[in-house]
């Protein structure tokens, strides 16, 4: 009678690690889950901010591409138009901070650069994105 005792105590021992283990496997997938959903909306948002970064640039040079100076800048939008500010990088949520540099590829051709950079719960995290805008009023004005 004793033996079944200790059988008792040690299937009830196993029982409670196996229960335990099966608790913290759930708990971590739901955990990494979480992390893995919010990186990836934080990413997505980042990206949309740099592409933001990019088609404002494209306003102002439609606008005038002469407002296309070299150097780093932010980017905002007053009076329903965007323009770029001394103060770099623009800050977003908070979070997302936007960094817009222009620099000169050619004559009548600049080289956009808008990077995000924010941090996320596995560290540092940055999208960023190239284009080259050129002088479009000009070589259509000399046709």
Known sequence: MNKNKGQSLIEILLAITIFITGVAAV???FLSSHISSSQSAE????????KEGIEAVR?????????LTNGAYGIELVGGKWQTT??????T???????????????GVKII???????SISGARSVSFNE????WRSESEEE
Request: aromatic residues 12%; negative net charge.
């Open 27 to 29: 708990s971590s997938l």
């Open 132 to 135: 080259h805008l050129t002088d």
């Open 86 to 91: 001394g103060d770099w990088p623009d800050t």
């Open 113 to 119: 650069t808008s990077t995000v950079e924010w941090q």
């Open 43 to 50: 990413r997505a948002q980042a990206i949309f901010l740099a």
């Open 93 to 107: 949520e908070d979070k997302f901070e936007r960094t817009i540099e222009i620099g000169d590829v050619q004559e």
């Open 59 to 67: 306003a102002i040079r439609d606008f005038n591409f002469e407002n």
